[in-house]
């Protein structure tokens, strides 16, 4: 019988060589922890994006809208879906998980949350955020989702097998989703009406977005580089993001604030995990 440590080391063996890992046999116990951690991350703010945006079916501006924003909710729950059956499969139980949850708890509008969480489940802490107005649900949208996609690039390429098949689908109507925000940022950013209010939107929903990459060289993002559970140091994408946004939003003639990380100031146990 392998020691666990022995187990682990043909676990980087077969990363190393490009092999994928398929079922619970094939892990040794850290890489299912560190698998199950990012895993659930990603179910638990589908969900919580999916239940985020409810309120807004009734009241986007149009008919056609309100069924954009419909379909919007169904493919985040069943993203969520798709995540939790993965689980599932991992031991987890998805629906206690679920039914501990919050689904509508949301900070005050002006609470900064840098990169702490408001709660222990393990949605990105940009879901705790309330959507007050159109020009909000746009921001999230053009915004949250954007940064989404940048993470979910690295799953294309990650060591489980099982997730990294499931995330083409996903991010095919993640990409729909992205669009969409892009489309209605434009027009709010064309209507005088609706100009300084598009501004101040994208003000807020930029600098939280920021935030949920994680630190630099963190060291569980290390970890995570060498499980291949994740492909980039977390700066990396934060740049590719922010570096998309501002080619998009320079010439609508919007501006982005300055952006400064928080963590440097918070205790270790505040922060989101890498």
């Not at 059956?85 to 139980?93: F, K, P, V």
């Not at 291949?228 to 609508?252: Q, S, W």
């Amino acid at each position: 019988m392998p020691t666990e440590q022995e187990k682990h080391e043909r676990v980087l063996e077969r990363i190393r060589a490009g092999q994928a890992i398929e079922s619970p046999a094939d892990m040794s116990q850290d890489y299912h922890a560190h698998l199950v951690n990012l895993m659930q991350m990603q179910a638990d703010s589908e969900l919580a994006g999916g239940f985020g945006y409810v309120p807004w079916i009734v009241k986007a501006p149009t008919v056609p809208e309100m069924l954009a924003v419909a379909t919007i909710v169904k493919d985040e729950v069943r993203h969520a879906r798709v995540m939790y059956r993965l689980l599932a499969d991992l031991g987890i139980n998805p629906e206690e998980k679920i039914r501990q949850t919050d689904l509508t708890l949301r900070v005050s509008s002006d609470r900064d949350l840098g990169t702490a969480r408001a709660a222990a489940d393990k949605r990105v802490n940009i879901f705790y955020y309330p959507i007050d107005t159109w020009a909000d649900f746009v921001m999230f949208n053009f915004c949250m989702d954007r940064g989404a996609g940048h993470q979910l690039l690295d799953v294309y390429e990650c060591s489980y097998g099982p997730w990294r098949r499931v995330i083409d689908g996903i991010f095919k109507e993640e990409k729909m989703h992205i669009a969409h925000g892009e489309t209605w940022i434009k027009r709010l950013a064309a209507d005088p009406a609706s100009r300084e209010e598009c501004q101040q939107a994208l003000g807020r929903w930029y600098l939280r977005t920021m935030n949920i990459f994680g630190r630099p060289h963190s060291p569980k993002n290390k970890i995570y580089r060498e499980l291949r559970l994740k492909i980039r140091d977390n700066d990396e994408v934060r740049r590719a993001f922010a570096d998309e946004v501002r080619e998009i939003v320079g010439p609508l003639g919007l501006t982005l604030p300055a952006w400064k990380p928080k963590w440097e100031d918070l205790p270790q146990e505040a922060m989101i995990p890498g």
